[in-house]
C-alpha cells in the first residue's frame, strides 16, 4: 500500500547502474567527491604504500565487532592520528556518518535532557534524536535568535538541573550555508549546553588543511563533539566521532551503533589513512575549491539566474518549484550531457524543490559555463511562468 502511493504521487526511490557516479559517462556535477579523491592515483598510491607496510598482519575481514575481535592496534592509532588532524584530544571511528550520528546522540542524551537542533538537519540526525530518551525541539534553520530563546527558557523552566544539547551542521547538505558557528557557541557557553556539530561537508573543504570549519573558526574546544565523515571530501568511507577521550570510552560502552556492528575491515581503514595523508598536502588541492565557488558563483550573477540559494561551499542549489518541474528540467539537464539529480520533497520543503549542483577540483570552466547555459535554457519556461503567476 505504501510503495503503490508513493509511486502514484512520483515519488518511487529505485535503485538505477545507469546513473551510478562514473558509469553514466555525464559530466559529474552530483556527487560529494569535492576534491576528486575519489578517484585520485595519488590516492591510490598511498594506499598501497600503507597496504605494503602493513600486509604482515593483515586479514581481508574485520572478523567481528571491536569489542569482540574486530579491533587493531592500527585502528586505534588512526582514531589518534585523525582526532590530532582535527584539534581534537580523542575520536571514535564509526561505520558511516548516519552509524556516527545515531550512535553518538541516542547514547549521550539521556532522559530528562533536552536536544535542541536545527530544523535543516540531516535525517541521521532526526533519527538519533528520535532514538535518544531525551526532549527535543527543533529551532528555525540558522536563527540564532530563535535557538537564544528555547535556551533562555529551557534554563530557567529546568533550574539547569538537565543536561542540554545543540546540533547544528557546520555546511548544510541541502543548502550548502554556513551555521553561524561562533554565535551558536557563544549562547550554548551562557546557558551551559553542549555544542555537536556535524561537519560531513566540511571535512577537507576548510580550515588551511581540510580540517573543517570549527577548526577554522578556532572553536574547537567550545565543542562537545564533532562527526567527521569520510565518504564526501575524503572519498573513502566511515567516519569518526571527535572530542574528548571520556566521549571516546563513553561511546565504547554505551553507543548501540558502534557496540553491535562488525568493524571496517583494514582495507577500508588503510584508505582513510591515505585520504588523511594526501589530504594534509593537498594546500592547492583546497585552494581550487574555494577559487571554483567564488567562479560559480560570479557566473550566476552574470547570468541572471537568480533562483540560486546563496552558498559559499561547493553545494549550490537551484530552486525549481515542483516535483514534477524538477524532475523533468534535471533529465533535459542530462541529456545535454551533465550529471545534475532532482531533489524532492518531503527530502526538502514542498516549495524548495531542487537540482542541487556539487563543485569539484576537476570541473573545468568550459563545464561549468555549459551548465549554466543548459540551466537558463531549460529553466527559462519556468521562471516566466513565475513572473506570470
Known amino acids: 500500500m505504501r510503495l503503490g502511493a508513493r509511486e502514484e504521487k512520483g515519488l518511487l526511490r529505485k535503485l538505477s547502474p ?3 557516479f562514473g558509469e553514466n559517462n555525464l559530466i559529474d556535477f552530483s556527487s560529494n567527491d569535492y576534491l576528486g ?12 604504500v600503507e597496504l605494503e607496510t602493513q600486509h604482515s598482519t593483515l586479514k581481508t575481514g574485520s572478523t567481528g565487532s571491536r569489542l569482540l575481535t574486530g579491533n ?3 585502528a586505534e592509532e588512526l582514531e589518534k592520528f585523525i582526532a590530532g588532524y582535527h584539534k581534537a584530544e580523542d575520536g571514535l571511528i564509526f561505520n558511516s556518518g548516519y552509524d556516527a550520528n545515531i550512535g553518538l546522540i541516542s547514547s549521550v542524551a539521556q532522559k530528562g535532557d533536552v536536544i535542541f537542533y536545527d530544523e535543516l538537519s540531516h535525517a541521521s540526525i532526526y533519527d538519533g534524536v528520535r532514538l535518544s530518551k531525551a526532549e527535543s525541539f527543533r529551532f528555525n534553520h540558522n536563527d540564532v535568535s530563535h535557538l537564544g530563546e528555547r535556551l533562555k527558557y529551557h534554563r530557567a523552566s529546568h533550574n539547569g538541573n538537565s543536561n542540554c544539547f545543540v546540533i547544528v551542521e557546520s555546511v548544510y547538505s541541502m543548502d550548502g550555508d554556513f551555521a553561524p558557528l561562533r554565535e551558536i557557541s557563544d549562547l ?3 546557558y551551559n549546553a553542549h555544542l555537536i556539530v556535524d561537519e560531513a561537508h566540511s571535512t577537507g573543504i576548510f580550515g588551511q588543511n581540510g580540517e573543517g570549519r570549527v577548526v577554522e573558526l578556532n572553536l574547537q574546544d ?15 568511507h566511515g567516519s569518526i566521532v571527535s572530542g574528548s577521550s571520556d566521549l571516546r570510552n563513553y561511546l565504547i560502552n554505551f553507543s548501540r551503533s558502534f557496540i553491535y556492528t ?31 565557488i567564488q567562479l560559480f558563483r560570479s557566473k550566476i550573477a552574470k547570468g541572471n539566474l537568480s533562483n540560486f540559494l546563496d552558498s559559499s561551499s561547493p553545494i549550490q542549489s537551484l530552486i525549481i518549484e515542483g516535483n514534477d ?17 532532482p531533489i524532492l520533497s518531503p527530502t526538502v520543503p514542498r516549495g524548495k524543490e531542487r537540482i542541487r549542483i556539487c563543485l569539484h577540483t576537476f570541473n573545468t570552466e568550459y563545464e561549468i559555463n555549459n551548465l549554466l547555459a543548459s540551466l537558463k535554457k531549460h529553466t527559462s519556461v519556468v521562471l516566466k511562468k513565475e513572473t506570470i503567476a
Not at 567550545?222 to 573513502?236: D, M, P, W, Y
Open 18 to 20: 545507469a546513473c551510478s
Open 37 to 48: 579523491f575519489a578517484s585520485s592515483s595519488e590516492l591510490k598510491k598511498l594506499m598501497a
Open 72 to 74: 587493531s592496534q592500527y
Open 188 to 190: 550554548c557557553e551562557k
Open 222 to 236: 567550545k565543542v562537545f563533539a564533532r562527526v567527521h565523515t569520510f565518504g564526501k571530501a575524503l572519498g573513502c
Open 262 to 292: 562488525t568493524a571496517l575491515p583494514i582495507h577500508s581503514l588503510l584508505t582513510i589513512k591515505a585520504a588523511y595523508l594526501l589530504l594534509s598536502k593537498s594546500r592547492h588541492t583546497l585552494i581550487k575549491i574555494s577559487e571554483l
Open 325 to 341: 518541474e524538477v524532475k523533468n528540467i534535471s533529465s533535459l539537464v542530462q541529456k545535454d550531457g551533465f550529471d545534475v539529480r
